[in-house]
């Protein structure tokens, strides 16, 4: 089927099948690796991207159904090559990332989160990311990245 | 690729879908598809043809209507009823329940009336809805007609609906002023699908209780009505309503043991919760 979806403000014109998941088609098609998969059922967050403003689990919407659709990744961001997004920023200076894999869709989720809730406490950050996984288990830092970027003091 | 192969069609309109629903290849509607992604992609499922419901306006629809019911959408998400002005006045169970639905990333594309159709006996909205007494209104090429959800879910993952047949929208009717309401569950991680939850509604008069509706979900095949635990309490005193449950309840259910929980354990958890939910509801009640 052909599809023509918004991904990180470039319009994209492909042909897919259409039981391709969209973290397939943003990875493999599109070349846009920064979305990770991690389990294919909507469990642990690793794919999360926006679509229309809005996070979403990537594994878990067909390629076909983003069609017409804006996508934002993880690569769509920061607002240059060499400045991260204020998210990428405080995840850094908070050591918010351990092995980074669950990273890109954390950030991801924040930034909806702050969308939604520009000063949330810590209780509802946790809540707000409990869709997100870090085998890691790096939680603390995270939260704190997240509370950092919305202006809190976390010291 | 994950899912099996299928066919996909953007539903131009309502009866565009329900026309290719109708036809002879073996079809499967899809919204949000939260539930059916899944099981899509651990191929515990398969479909010849995919209908998208997801994107049609008709059906993305949230409003109170001239009886003062709350008229929700095919395609409307939960995240939208869960925010909504609306439902939060005049249905506080249904959007409390809802922030208990898996995650935001997935009330976001998940729908109330998918979650109805698809019917997963630990899932919030079926107990929300039954003891919200909803109604499903059901169109097929065939016609319209409406079912209390009560008779909508006949067993774990099963429901009324037919095959050629679309849940277009799902009706609330006008909660009793002053009545408390209270939504519990136990899972046994934030987001996870609970082992057992319990939806209460009471109303009081005077002392005693004057009307009350309950649901338990996650100790049998569906959500289940505890009509016996709610007939033993009707026009009894408040001050007594639980302890007066509780006992009912002990003789009503018969949860089932799975890798999850034992049968023992579903049972007294819906014994906490409908302590709980019992208390919660009483303070709630004006």
């Known amino acids: 089927m052909e599809i023509s979806v918004t991904v990180n403000g470039a319009n994209q014109s492909s042909e897919v099948e259409p039981r391709t998941l ?57 607002p240059s090559a060499d400045e991260l997004h204020p998210m990428q920023q405080s995840f850094q200076d908070n050591h918010g990332l351990q092995c980074g894999y669950c990273t890109p869709g954390m950030v ?35 939260v704190k990245a997240v509370l950092a970027c919305s202006g809190q003091d976390v010291s | ?23 002879e290849v073996e079809a499967k509607l899809i919204a949000g598809g939260q539930s059916l992604m899944p099981l899509l992609n651990m191929r515990l499922g398969r479909t010849d043809l995919l209908i998208d419901i997801g994107h049609l306006e008709e059906l993305n629809h949230i409003r109170i209507d001239e009886e003062g019911r709350l008229v929700i959408g095919a395609s409307v998400t939960q995240a939208d009823v869960q925010n909504h002005p609306d439902v939060l006045a005049g249905w506080p169970m249904l959007a409390a329940g809802i922030g208990e639905i898996g995650h935001p990333q997935i009330r976001n ?32 090429v065939n016609g319209t007609r409406t079912v209390p959800v009560e008779d909508l879910f006949i067993g774990p993952f099963m429901t009324a609906l037919a095959e050629d047949e ?83 309840l002990e003789m009503e259910i018969k949860p089932a043991e799975d890798i999850h929980s034992s ?7 819906a014994v906490e919760l409908l302590k709980e939910s019992i208390a919660e509801a009483l303070e709630r009640c004006l």
């Open chain 2, 1 to 23: 690729m994950k899912p099996a192969p299928f066919d996909y069609v953007a539903a131009q309109s309502v009866d565009h879908a329900l026309t290719l629903l109708a036809g």
């Open chain 1, 22 to 78: 969209l973290v397939y088609y943003l990875r493999d098609e599109l070349g846009l690796t920064g979305t990770n998969v991690g389990c294919d059922t909507s469990s642990c967050g690793a794919c999360t991207v926006h679509v229309n403003g809005e996070s979403v689990k990537s594994c878990t919407m067909l390629a076909v159904q983003a069609d017409g659709q804006e996508v934002t990744t993880i690569e769509g961001l920061a």
């Open chain 1, 108 to 142: 991801m989720a924040a930034c909806s989160l702050l969308d939604e809730n520009p000063s949330p406490s810590e209780a509802e950050v946790r809540e707000g990311l409990e869709g997100n996984l870090c085998r890691c288990t790096g939680y603390h830092n995270i």
């Open chain 2, 166 to 248: 679309l849940l277009k929208q799902v009706v609330f009717p006008p909660q009793q002023e002053g009545a408390g309401w209270s939504f519990k569950e136990f899972a046994t991680r934030p987001g996870d699908f609970a082992t057992v939850g319990v939806a209460a509604q009471i109303a009081l008069l005077g002392e005693n209780v004057s009307d009350v509706k309950i649901v338990v979900f996650g100790v049998a095949g569906s959500a289940l009505r505890l009509d016996a635990t709610e007939a033993s309490i009707l026009g009894r005193p408040a001050e007594r309503a639980i302890d007066i449950a509780v006992s009912e």
């Open chain 2, 263 to 269: 049968h023992l354990f579903r049972k007294e958890l």
């Open chain 2, 109 to 140: 594309r998940g729908t109330i009336c998918g979650s109805l159709a698809h019917n997963d006996p630990a899932a919030e909205l079926p107990a929300i809805a039954m003891a919200l007494d909803a109604v499903a209104e059901i169109h097929s």
